[in-house]
């Protein structure tokens, strides 16, 4: 059975860090194209990060330059670090996997002063 387990959300004043867990079983994130995905409230669920197996990045032009996404291949697991956060940040945050379209269950994170 394949899983995706987020983990790491929470409340962060603006300015803060965060770092976002993605544990995968039943598949193997080292040979996938991963993302994370964001969903504010009241808004469409959109694209935040990708690593694919190559180890190429891509970033949304919002978070260039603040958020790293990377790979821990032994862990089977996704990392998404996302450093001076903004109040526009908050949402729920998924981890993806694009073939046969794996969802997670999303962790929530707010920036908030």
């Known amino acids: 059975q394949v899983r995706l387990v987020e983990s790491g959300g929470g409340l962060v004043q603006p300015g803060g860090s965060l770092r976002l867990s993605c544990a995968g079983s039943?598949?193997?994130?080292?040979?996938?194209?991963m993302d994370w995905y964001r969903q504010a409230p009241g808004k469409q669920r959109e694209l935040v990060a990708t690593?694919?197996?190559?180890?190429?990045?891509m970033y949304a032009d919002s978070v260039k330059g603040r958020f790293t996404i990377s790979r821990d291949n032994a862990e089977n697991t996704v990392y998404l670090q996302m450093n001076s956060l903004e109040p526009e940040d908050t949402g729920v945050y998924y981890c993806?996997?694009?073939?046969?379209?794996?969802w997670g269950q999303g962790t929530q994170v707010t920036v908030s002063s």
């Open positions: 993806h996997r694009r073939f046969n379209e794996y």
């Open positions: 039943g598949i193997s994130v080292s040979i996938s194209t």
């Open positions: 690593i694919t197996p190559n180890s190429n990045t």
